[in-house]
């Protein structure tokens, strides 16, 4: 039997459980989007080449494989930014790019004339593409297509990370063998039961051992093996920033959010002073630095398919069969090791019970401490709660979000401008409704998605925190600003915007500004209610700080 290249990665797609195609329609890859509708998946166009990235980034996390396409050089490009972050922190994201056919190369390298958006190398985009994933290739002939295809999905698949196949424009509506049962691959040879017992005897030795939850445990579908290891060891555990919510947050000995030094108290105290932290599955970005540096003869990291034993080198490990071997060695717990080590409750206040509180300023606007509180009182089961990089994420740690899977950020990569696209991405992936929290800078970078939220009717809320500048970017330069009454930077400050009037011009009927903490409250009810997308313009305080950033950065 054969079919034609495109629909032989539609059917490719499907079978891996991608419902939806995101992408910009372009002459290099109009093929694929006219056999992927005819294939039965559904087509998202997104307002811009980086939206289209950041939404199957966002839909990838939710489902465990998303699929772009635009058009090569002049969208793909575009798209680097969003494939960087999927590749830091493991979101499986297929990028399907159509090139140059063979005549254009050669027209080129002969005579010097470009071919449609090329920059004048004859591979640009793949070269580019290599640094940010996990898998490039270009196929050259029909016949190799199907290899290649599955050779790309099976690394996305193995690996949690993206990909890039570039088919040449000529070749998709070319003939190629149709899909054939796929063989699982095997599995490297290591020794996790080995592994395991070394690990284990450090965790009964230790008085003050902790787990440290990562996100390669949600990207790998492992939340119900983590929560027997947890259940069976009664140790006290905490998430990294990136895999807030990877467990339900109720689930016994959770002692919070760790997102570096500028966690709230309970949870830095806990990780920090721990006498061994076994991380299992933790992307380190820089926020863990002092822990990865300072802390090393303490820490047993177990990911990207290793594990690294306190300064020993690397040994190969699979998470999935390391989690397997822990929990099938003996153990008895000790009630001792979770002792005055768990969080009193999960509640925004129960969380940041030693912050400090906020002086009273006359300034106009909502805190940030404030507006999380109310948003954490407003959160339910039915919304999975995006944030932004913004002063706004290190609160967002402690937002009150409810189940697994319920909260989706970059910690790690932290681009501005993720958030508004990605909802969209979670939105096609999943039931629950997104909540989008972002800052005023990151919304500028990407607020033309909000068009493509009210075409698809999406019934989600974003929240723009709006301070009027690059607020991060002012505290890590001169956190004076925020508390001696400096001017700001020059080029700090945001071009005022009316982000209600833009909400309604780009098709939402819903949006609304709040400046007190009832006016929110409002805002928030009303948006619950609507029946497509809701905009929340929430005025802050220009001055205000986080509480646990009031110190200077380290």
Not at 74 to 81: C, D, E, K, M, N
Request: proline share 6%.
């Amino acid at each position: 039997k054969h079919t034609t290249v495109a629909s032989y990665l539609v059917a490719r797609l499907q079978q891996h459980g991608v419902k939806h195609l995101f992408g910009v329609p372009g002459a290099t890859c109009d093929p694929l989007f006219a056999a992927a509708e005819a294939g039965g998946m559904e087509l998202v166009v997104t307002a811009s080449d980086l939206e289209a990235g950041y939404a199957a980034d966002g839909y990838a996390r939710m489902r465990g494989l998303g699929a772009v396409s635009v058009t090569y050089g002049v969208g793909t490009l575009s798209l680097l930014a969003a494939i960087g972050g999927a590749h830091a922190e493991r979101s499986p994201v297929v990028v399907l790019n159509g090139g140059p056919s063979a005549d254009d190369l050669r027209i080129q390298k002969e005579t010097g004339s470009l071919f449609s958006h090329s920059a004048g190398r004859s591979s640009s985009d793949l070269t580019m593409f290599r640094e940010v994933t996990a898998w490039a290739g270009r196929a050259e002939t029909a016949a190799e297509l199907p290899r290649l295809a599955d050779e790309a999905l099976r690394c996305a698949r193995t690996q949690q990370r993206p990909v890039y196949l570039e088919v040449p424009k000529h070749l998709w509506t070319a003939r190629c063998a149709a899909p054939a049962d796929q063989r699982p691959p095997d599995a490297p040879e290591s020794d996790e039961a080995a592994l395991a017992a070394q690990v284990l005897e450090r965790l009964r030795a230790a008085t003050r051992p902790v787990l440290l939850l990562g996100i390669e445990l949600a990207r790998f579908g492992l939340e119900d093996a983590a929560a027997a290891l947890v259940e069976k060891l009664q140790l006290p555990w905490a998430t990294t920033m990136l895999a807030k919510s990877a467990l339900a947050e109720d689930t016994p000995g959770f002692a919070g959010v760790y997102g570096g030094e500028r966690a709230a108290p309970h949870p830095k105290r806990v990780v920090e002073e721990a006498d061994v932290v076994l991380a299992l599955g933790c992307v380190m970005g820089r926020q863990y630095r002092r822990l990865a540096t300072t802390r090393a003869a303490a820490l047993i990291q177990v990911a990207d398919g290793q594990v690294r034993l306190s300064g020993k080198p690397p040994a190969p490990a699979q998470l999935a069969a390391f989690l397997s071997a822990l929990r099938r060695h003996p153990w008895t717990p000790d009630a001792a090791k979770l002792t005055g080590r768990t969080l009193p409750g999960t509640g925004f206040r129960e969380r940041r019970g030693e912050v400090p509180t906020a002086q009273p300023s006359s300034e106009r606007g909502l805190t940030f401490d404030g507006l999380l509180e109310e948003v954490s009182g407003f959160l339910d089961e039915g919304f999975v709660t995006l944030t932004d990089t913004s002063l706004s994420m290190y609160p967002a740690a402690d937002l009150q979000v409810r189940g697994r899977r319920s909260f989706v950020c970059d910690a790690v990569w932290q681009a501005i401008g993720f958030s508004v696209p990605a909802g969209l991405g979670v939105a096609m992936a999943d039931p629950r409704r997104p909540f989008v929290l972002c800052g005023d800078g990151g919304f500028q970078m990407t607020a033309q998605s909000l068009s493509t939220w009210a075409r698809r009717q999406v019934r989600g809320i974003v929240v723009v925190l709006d301070n009027g500048l690059y607020g991060i970017e002012q505290w890590l330069l001169d956190p004076r600003f925020f508390s001696d009454g400096a001017a700001p930077k020059s080029y700090l400050p945001l071009n005022r915007w009316d982000y209600v009037g833009l909400a309604r011009a780009l098709g939402l009927k819903t949006a609304s500004s709040a400046t007190t903490p009832e006016a929110l409250r409002q805002a928030l009810k009303v948006a619950r209610e609507a029946d497509g997308p809701a905009l929340i313009h929430a005025v802050v305080k220009p001055r205000d700080l986080p509480m646990q950033l009031a110190r200077r950065p380290g």
